[in-house]
C-alpha cells in the first residue's frame, strides 16, 4: 500500500481524531439538558431555558456528610486533571539542574508543617521544581499532596477545590460555613501553582486549612504574604553558565559546537539564565540541523524565498532572545493558525480536539505538540498556554492582526459545542478560559491582546449573547460559578448592546439566583426585580413566576416583606409569599345598625393589639411593615390570620344582626299609648269612630293573628313602622303627637291614634289618600332598624304640604282574615 497515498484519492481516508463533539446530522434532537444540585441548603435546578429554579432543599435531597477519597481515587483525580498529551513522539525529560538545595529545604519544611511561598520569575522552572518536590512529599501527609492551579483563581475557589480534591461530593457545593468546616479537617501538602494573590487574602487560604502545609509558588510582581502569615520564603533565580549550556546539550540531544557554545555563552548572559530561554534555544538548534539535512525544506519552513545554501546560519542573538517569531516561521501552516488563535483568546490554548474545526485542517491537533516540543508553550493545570513572553513576541510579528476574527470564529464554534447535550460540564470548565477570553472579545473595550485596543470595534454582541446563553449553564452545572458569573455579566452587557431585553432578563434572573446562591441577598434582590420587570413587561408568565420564587426565597433570608405585588389570577403563589385580603371594587360598605346600638370586638379580640390595625368591619389591603426580628415570620402567617379574622368578623356581624332583628320583632317597648301600629293588624272602619281600628290580639300572646307582636295595653297608639322625615307624619322623640299638630285626620304615614277594635269580619275596603294636610311641620322620627319600604308617589293634583301616598307593609299574615295596613 502506498504510504503516500495515505488519506488522499481512492485509499481510505485517515479517521478524523477526536473533535470533541459527535456527528449532529446523525444524533436526534435532545431535550435541553437540566442539572439538579445542591448549593448549602437550597436545591438548584440549571435550567437552560427559562432560567435556573432555586427552592429550600427538602429534608429527603439532603446530601450526607461527604466521605474522603481513598489514596487512589486521589491519584486518578490528578491524572484526570493533567493536560492532554501532545500528538507525537514524546518530548525527552530534562533533569532539574542546580535545584537541589533549594529541593530538599522545600522538602523540609513542609514535613516540619510549615508553609513556605517559592517565588521566582517567569520561566524560572518554578513549575519543574513544584512536580519534584510534590513527588517526594507524597507520603508526608494523611490526605497526600494536593495540586492545584491558581492562575485566575479566588481563595474561595481554591477553597472549595481543595474540598472537591479531598472529598467525594458530586453535585453539592457547601455553604460558607459547611465548607470551612470540611476544609479544616483536611491534613495535606497543598501544591498551588501561578498563585495571583497576596497579603490579606492569602492569610485567609491559610486560615482556612491549619491542617495543611502549602507550598505556593508565585513571580515576584505578586502582592507580598502579610506579615503574620509565618510563610516561609524561598527565591529561586537563574541557572548558572554551565548548567546552562548543559541543559542546552540535553535539548539538542548532541555536543555542542564551539560557535553553539558561545553563542550560548552570550545567551545566557543575556537571559539571566533562565531556563525557559535555553529551551527555546534548543529547539532553534535543531530546526537549523533539519534545515541542513534537508535543504528543500528551507522554502517550506523559512519565510526567506530561494536559499539554497546547505550551511544554516546560527540565530542572532536577538533571536536567541526572543525566538517566538523565528520558531514559529518554521512550523507548519497548522501551527502557526494555533498560534493566532492562541494571541486571539489571550494567551489560551484551544483543546488540542477544537483544533480541526477552528484551523480548517483534520489533522491540525498535531501541532500542539511542534509548539510544545519547541517551549512556545506551558501547562497550567489542566490546559496549556502560551509560554513567557511568547504572546508580546507574536504580536510584534503581526500574529494579532486579525485577532478580532479568529475570536469570533472561536466563539461561534464554543456556542456549538458549548450547547450540545454531549458534552458534559466538567469538559465545558476544563475549556472556561478560552470560552470567556472569546466572550469578551466580542463585546468592544472588554477584551484584547496586550498591545492593540478593542475600543474602536463594532463587536458582535449578538454572538456574545448566544455564547453566554450557551456556556453559562455548563459552567454552573459544572461548579465553576467564577466562571458562570462572568459569562452571565458579559452576556448581560452583551444583550444590553444587542437590544436583546428577553435574554437580559434571562442574564439578570441567574445573576440573582447566583448571589442568592452565595448568600448576597440584596445584589439577589436587585438582580430579580429587574429580570420580574422585564419578563412582565415582556408578558413573560413562567418566567415571571421563576423570578417571584426567587424573590420569596430573598424575602424570606432577609426577614422583610415581598415586592412587586401578588401574581395573576391563575399563576402558582410561592409558598412563602405573603397573601392579603384585598377590598372588594366598591369597597366594604358599613352595617347599618339601630340608634345606641353598636358592634364591640371579637372574641378573639381581647388583648390583641393588631386588631386595632385591622377593624374587624373592614378588609381592606394594608401596606406591610418593614423590620426585623419577628416581622418576617408574621408577614408568611400573616394572611392566613388575616382570613380569620375577617371569617370571626362577618359571623359576628351576622350573629348580632340577627339579636336586633329577632329583639325587635319579639320584645315589648314601653313606649306610650298609640306611638306604633304593629305588622299584621288590620284596619277596621265599620265602627263610627273616625278612623281605623287595628286587631287586637288573643289574651295571653305576644303576637297578633297576623304574626305581630301584641299590644302594649299602656300603649294603644302605635307609630307604623318606616315612617320618615319625608312622609309628613308628626311625632315627637317619644312618639306622641305634636302639641301643634291639628285634629288627626286619616292615618298617614307617620301614624295616627286609633281606638283599639275587635277584629273584622269581612274584608276592609282600601281609603283614600288624605285630602288635608297638617297644620304644622311633623317632626323627623328616629330611623329604623331596617330600611324602609319604598313608597309610591304622591297623587296628581296634591296641594303643597300633602302628605305622600299611603305605604303598604311587605309582612302580610298567612291568614285570610288579615289584610295589608294602609
Given at each position: 500500500?502506498?504510504?503516500?497515498?495515505?488519506?488522499?484519492?481512492?485509499?481510505?481516508?485517515?479517521?478524523?481524531?477526536?473533535?470533541?463533539?459527535?456527528?449532529?446530522?446523525?444524533?436526534?434532537?435532545?431535550?435541553?439538558?437540566?442539572?439538579?444540585?445542591?448549593?448549602?441548603?437550597?436545591?438548584?435546578?440549571?435550567?437552560?431555558?427559562?432560567?435556573?429554579?432555586?427552592?429550600?432543599?427538602?429534608?429527603?435531597?439532603?446530601?450526607?456528610?461527604?466521605?474522603?477519597?481513598?489514596?487512589?481515587?486521589?491519584?486518578?483525580?490528578?491524572?484526570?486533571?493533567?493536560?492532554?498529551?501532545?500528538?507525537?513522539?514524546?518530548?525527552?525529560?530534562?533533569?532539574?539542574?542546580?535545584?537541589?538545595?533549594?529541593?530538599?529545604?522545600?522538602?523540609?519544611?513542609?514535613?516540619?508543617?510549615?508553609?513556605?511561598?517559592?517565588?521566582?520569575?517567569?520561566?524560572?522552572?518554578?513549575?519543574?521544581?513544584?512536580?519534584?518536590?510534590?513527588?517526594?512529599?507524597?507520603?508526608?501527609?494523611?490526605?497526600?499532596?494536593?495540586?492545584?492551579?491558581?492562575?485566575?483563581?479566588?481563595?474561595?475557589?481554591?477553597?472549595?477545590?481543595?474540598?472537591?480534591?479531598?472529598?467525594?461530593?458530586?453535585?453539592?457545593?457547601?455553604?460558607?460555613?459547611?465548607?470551612?468546616?470540611?476544609?479544616?479537617?483536611?491534613?495535606?501538602?497543598?501544591?498551588?501553582?501561578?498563585?495571583?494573590?497576596?497579603?490579606?487574602?492569602?492569610?485567609?487560604?491559610?486560615?482556612?486549612?491549619?491542617?495543611?502545609?502549602?507550598?505556593?509558588?508565585?513571580?515576584?510582581?505578586?502582592?507580598?504574604?502579610?506579615?503574620?502569615?509565618?510563610?516561609?520564603?524561598?527565591?529561586?533565580?537563574?541557572?548558572?553558565?554551565?548548567?546552562?549550556?548543559?541543559?542546552?546539550?540535553?535539548?539538542?540531544?548532541?555536543?555542542?559546537?564551539?560557535?553553539?557554545?558561545?553563542?550560548?555563552?552570550?545567551?545566557?548572559?543575556?537571559?539571566?539564565?533562565?531556563?525557559?530561554?535555553?529551551?527555546?534555544?534548543?529547539?532553534?538548534?535543531?530546526?537549523?540541523?533539519?534545515?541542513?539535512?534537508?535543504?528543500?525544506?528551507?522554502?517550506?519552513?523559512?519565510?526567506?524565498?530561494?536559499?539554497?545554501?546547505?550551511?544554516?546560519?546560527?540565530?542572532?542573538?536577538?533571536?536567541?532572545?526572543?525566538?517566538?517569531?523565528?520558531?514559529?516561521?518554521?512550523?507548519?501552516?497548522?501551527?502557526?493558525?494555533?498560534?493566532?488563535?492562541?494571541?486571539?483568546?489571550?494567551?489560551?490554548?484551544?483543546?488540542?480536539?477544537?483544533?480541526?474545526?477552528?484551523?480548517?485542517?483534520?489533522?491540525?491537533?498535531?501541532?500542539?505538540?511542534?509548539?510544545?516540543?519547541?517551549?512556545?508553550?506551558?501547562?497550567?493545570?489542566?490546559?496549556?498556554?502560551?509560554?513567557?513572553?511568547?504572546?508580546?513576541?507574536?504580536?510584534?510579528?503581526?500574529?494579532?492582526?486579525?485577532?478580532?476574527?479568529?475570536?469570533?470564529?472561536?466563539?461561534?464554534?464554543?456556542t456549538w459545542w458549548a450547547g450540545h447535550p454531549s458534552v458534559t460540564p466538567e469538559r465545558a470548565v476544563a475549556e472556561a478560559g478560552a470560552v470567556l477570553v472569546a466572550l469578551s472579545m466580542l463585546l468592544p473595550g472588554l477584551g484584547a491582546p496586550p498591545g492593540r485596543s478593542s475600543g474602536g470595534e463594532a463587536g458582535h454582541p449578538s454572538a456574545a449573547v448566544l455564547l453566554a446563553r450557551s456556556a453559562a449553564p455548563a459552567f454552573a452545572a459544572g461548579l465553576h460559578w467564577a466562571a458562570w458569573e462572568r459569562a452571565l455579566r458579559v452576556g448581560s452587557e452583551a444583550a444590553r448592546l444587542a437590544g436583546e431585553v428577553a435574554e437580559e432578563a434571562y442574564f439578570h434572573h441567574e445573576l440573582g439566583v447566583l448571589a442568592l446562591c452565595t448568600g448576597n441577598v440584596e445584589r439577589a434582590r436587585a438582580e430579580l426585580e429587574a429580570s420580574i420587570g422585564m419578563r412582565g413587561a415582556l408578558a413573560d408568565k413562567r418566567g415571571t413566576v421563576a423570578g417571584r420564587r426567587a424573590l420569596a426565597l430573598v424575602e424570606d433570608r432577609s426577614g422583610g416583606p415581598v415586592a412587586g405585588g401578588r401574581t395573576p389570577a391563575g399563576e402558582e403563589v410561592p409558598a412563602a409569599r405573603h397573601e392579603e385580603s384585598a377590598s372588594p371594587p366598591g369597597g366594604v360598605p358599613s352595617p347599618v345598625l339601630p340608634l345606641g346600638r353598636s358592634i364591640g370586638p371579637g372574641p378573639g379580640a381581647v388583648g390583641q393589639p393588631r386588631e386595632a390595625e385591622e377593624p374587624a368591619t373592614l378588609l381592606a389591603r394594608q401596606t406591610p411593615h418593614a423590620g426585623g426580628g419577628n416581622s418576617g415570620r408574621r408577614n408568611i402567617f400573616g394572611g392566613a390570620r388575616r382570613n380569620?379574622?375577617?371569617?370571626?368578623?362577618?359571623?359576628?356581624?351576622?350573629?348580632?344582626?340577627?339579636?336586633?332583628?329577632?329583639?325587635?320583632?319579639?320584645?315589648?317597648?314601653?313606649?306610650?299609648?298609640?306611638?306604633?301600629?304593629?305588622?299584621?293588624?288590620?284596619?277596621?272602619?265599620?265602627?263610627?269612630?273616625?278612623?281605623?281600628?287595628?286587631?287586637?290580639?288573643?289574651?295571653?300572646?305576644?303576637?297578633?293573628?297576623?304574626?305581630?307582636?301584641?299590644?302594649?295595653?299602656?300603649?294603644?297608639?302605635?307609630?307604623?313602622?318606616?315612617?320618615?322625615?319625608?312622609?309628613?307624619?308628626?311625632?315627637?322623640?317619644?312618639?306622641?303627637?305634636?302639641?301643634?299638630?291639628?285634629?288627626?285626620?286619616?292615618?298617614?304615614?307617620?301614624?295616627?291614634?286609633?281606638?283599639?277594635?275587635?277584629?273584622?269580619?269581612?274584608?276592609?275596603?282600601?281609603?283614600?289618600?288624605?285630602?288635608?294636610?297638617?297644620?304644622?311641620?311633623?317632626?323627623?322620627?328616629?330611623?329604623?332598624?331596617?330600611?324602609?319600604?319604598?313608597?309610591?308617589?304622591?297623587?296628581?293634583?296634591?296641594?303643597?304640604?300633602?302628605?305622600?301616598?299611603?305605604?303598604?307593609?311587605?309582612?302580610?299574615?298567612?291568614?285570610?282574615?288579615?289584610?295589608?295596613?294602609?
Amino acid at each position: 500500500m502506498d504510504n503516500d497515498s495515505f488519506g488522499e484519492g481512492a485509499g481510505q481516508a485517515r479517521p478524523p481524531r477526536d473533535t470533541g463533539a459527535p456527528d449532529l446530522k446523525k444524533s436526534a434532537p435532545a431535550l435541553a439538558r437540566t442539572v439538579q444540585l445542591v448549593a448549602g441548603d437550597f436545591l438548584l435546578t440549571v435550567n437552560p431555558v427559562d432560567g435556573s429554579e432555586i427552592e429550600p432543599c427538602p429534608p429527603g435531597e439532603q446530601p450526607t456528610r461527604p466521605a474522603r477519597r481513598s489514596a487512589s481515587e486521589r491519584a486518578e483525580r490528578q491524572r484526570a486533571a493533567q493536560p492532554p498529551v501532545p500528538p507525537g513522539p514524546p518530548a525527552p525529560r530534562l533533569p532539574l539542574l542546580e535545584r537541589g538545595e533549594e529541593r530538599e529545604r522545600l522538602v523540609r519544611l513542609l514535613g516540619h508543617g510549615r508553609s513556605v511561598r517559592l517565588t521566582g520569575p517567569a520561566g524560572s522552572g518554578r513549575s519543574a521544581l513544584l512536580d519534584i518536590v510534590a513527588e517526594d512529599c507524597a507520603n508526608l501527609a494523611p490526605d497526600g499532596v494536593v495540586r492545584l492551579n491558581g492562575h485566575h483563581r479566588t481563595p474561595t475557589e481554591l477553597l472549595h477545590e481543595l474540598f472537591a480534591v479531598v472529598h467525594s461530593a458530586p453535585l453539592h457545593r457547601p455553604d460558607r460555613a459547611a465548607l470551612l468546616a470540611h476544609v479544616r479537617d483536611i491534613g495535606a501538602i497543598v501544591v498551588l501553582d501561578d498563585l495571583e494573590f497576596g497579603g490579606a487574602a492569602l492569610g485567609e487560604l491559610l486560615d482556612a486549612a491549619p491542617e495543611c502545609a502549602f507550598l505556593v509558588a508565585a513571580t515576584p510582581d505578586v502582592a507580598a504574604p502579610a506579615a503574620d502569615s509565618h510563610l516561609e520564603e524561598v527565591f529561586l533565580s537563574g541557572l548558572g553558565r554551565s548548567a546552562s549550556l548543559e541543559l542546552l546539550q540535553r535539548t539538542v540531544e548532541r555536543p555542542l559546537t564551539e560557535d553553539e557554545s558561545n553563542w550560548a555563552g552570550d545567551l545566557w548572559f543575556e537571559s539571566e539564565g533562565l531556563p525557559l530561554r535555553f529551551v527555546q534555544a534548543g529547539a532553534l538548534l535543531r530546526q537549523c540541523d533539519s534545515l541542513r539535512a534537508d535543504p528543500e525544506t528551507i522554502d517550506d519552513y523559512t519565510p526567506f524565498d530561494g536559499v539554497q545554501e546547505i550551511d544554516v546560519p546560527l540565530p542572532t542573538l536577538g533571536e536567541g532572545a526572543a525566538p517566538a517569531a523565528l520558531l514559529a516561521s518554521r512550523l507548519s501552516e497548522s501551527a502557526r493558525e494555533t498560534l493566532r488563535f492562541a494571541v486571539a483568546l489571550g494567551g489560551e490554548v484551544p483543546h488540542q480536539a477544537h483544533l480541526p474545526a477552528l484551523v480548517g485542517d483534520t489533522h491540525a491537533d498535531a501541532a500542539l505538540g511542534e509548539l510544545m516540543s519547541c517551549g512556545l508553550l506551558s501547562p497550567v493545570g489542566s490546559r496549556y498556554r502560551l509560554a513567557a513572553g511568547v504572546m508580546a513576541q507574536l504580536t510584534e510579528k503581526g500574529y494579532a492582526d486579525d485577532a478580532a476574527a479568529h475570536a469570533h470564529t472561536a466563539a461561534q464554534h464554543y456556542t456549538w459545542w458549548a450547547g450540545h447535550p454531549s458534552v458534559t460540564p466538567e469538559r465545558a470548565v476544563a475549556e472556561a478560559g478560552a470560552v470567556l477570553v472569546a466572550l469578551s472579545m466580542l463585546l468592544p473595550g472588554l477584551g484584547a491582546p496586550p498591545g492593540r485596543s478593542s475600543g474602536g470595534e463594532a463587536g458582535h454582541p449578538s454572538a456574545a449573547v448566544l455564547l453566554a446563553r450557551s456556556a453559562a449553564p455548563a459552567f454552573a452545572a459544572g461548579l465553576h460559578w467564577a466562571a458562570w458569573e462572568r459569562a452571565l455579566r458579559v452576556g448581560s452587557e452583551a444583550a444590553r448592546l444587542a437590544g436583546e431585553v428577553a435574554e437580559e432578563a434571562y442574564f439578570h434572573h441567574e445573576l440573582g439566583v447566583l448571589a442568592l446562591c452565595t448568600g448576597n441577598v440584596e445584589r439577589a434582590r436587585a438582580e430579580l426585580e429587574a429580570s420580574i420587570g422585564m419578563r412582565g413587561a415582556l408578558a413573560d408568565k413562567r418566567g415571571t413566576v421563576a423570578g417571584r420564587r426567587a424573590l420569596a426565597l430573598v424575602e424570606d433570608r432577609s426577614g422583610g416583606p415581598v415586592a412587586g405585588g401578588r401574581t395573576p389570577a391563575g399563576e402558582e403563589v410561592p409558598a412563602a409569599r405573603h397573601e392579603e385580603s384585598a377590598s372588594p371594587p366598591g369597597g366594604v360598605p358599613s352595617p347599618v345598625l339601630p340608634l345606641g346600638r353598636s358592634i364591640g370586638p371579637g372574641p378573639g379580640a381581647v388583648g390583641q393589639p393588631r386588631e386595632a390595625e385591622e377593624p374587624a368591619t373592614l378588609l381592606a389591603r394594608q401596606t406591610p411593615h418593614a423590620g426585623g426580628g419577628n416581622s418576617g415570620r408574621r408577614n408568611i402567617f400573616g394572611g392566613a390570620r388575616r382570613n380569620l379574622v375577617a371569617a370571626g368578623a362577618g359571623a359576628l356581624l351576622a350573629a348580632v344582626l340577627g339579636t336586633v332583628v329577632t329583639l325587635g320583632a319579639t320584645s315589648d317597648h314601653q313606649d306610650p299609648p298609640g306611638s306604633k301600629v304593629r305588622n299584621g293588624q288590620s284596619a277596621n272602619e265599620d265602627d263610627g269612630s273616625d278612623g281605623l281600628d287595628a286587631d287586637v290580639p288573643a289574651d295571653g300572646s305576644t303576637n297578633s293573628p297576623g304574626g305581630a307582636p301584641a299590644e302594649d295595653p299602656k300603649n294603644p297608639d302605635p307609630v307604623t313602622p318606616g315612617a320618615s322625615s319625608s312622609t309628613g307624619g308628626a311625632s315627637t322623640p317619644g312618639g306622641k303627637p305634636s302639641s301643634s299638630s291639628s285634629t288627626p285626620s286619616r292615618p298617614t304615614t307617620s301614624g295616627r291614634p286609633t281606638t283599639p277594635t275587635k277584629p273584622p269580619t269581612t274584608k276592609p275596603t282600601p281609603t283614600k289618600p288624605p285630602t288635608t294636610p297638617p297644620t304644622t311641620p311633623p317632626t323627623t322620627t328616629p330611623p329604623p332598624s331596617s330600611p324602609p319600604p319604598s313608597t309610591s308617589p304622591p297623587p296628581a293634583g296634591g296641594s303643597e304640604g300633602t302628605a305622600s301616598a299611603p305605604m303598604t307593609t311587605s309582612a302580610a299574615p298567612s291568614d285570610s282574615s288579615s289584610a295589608p295596613v294602609i
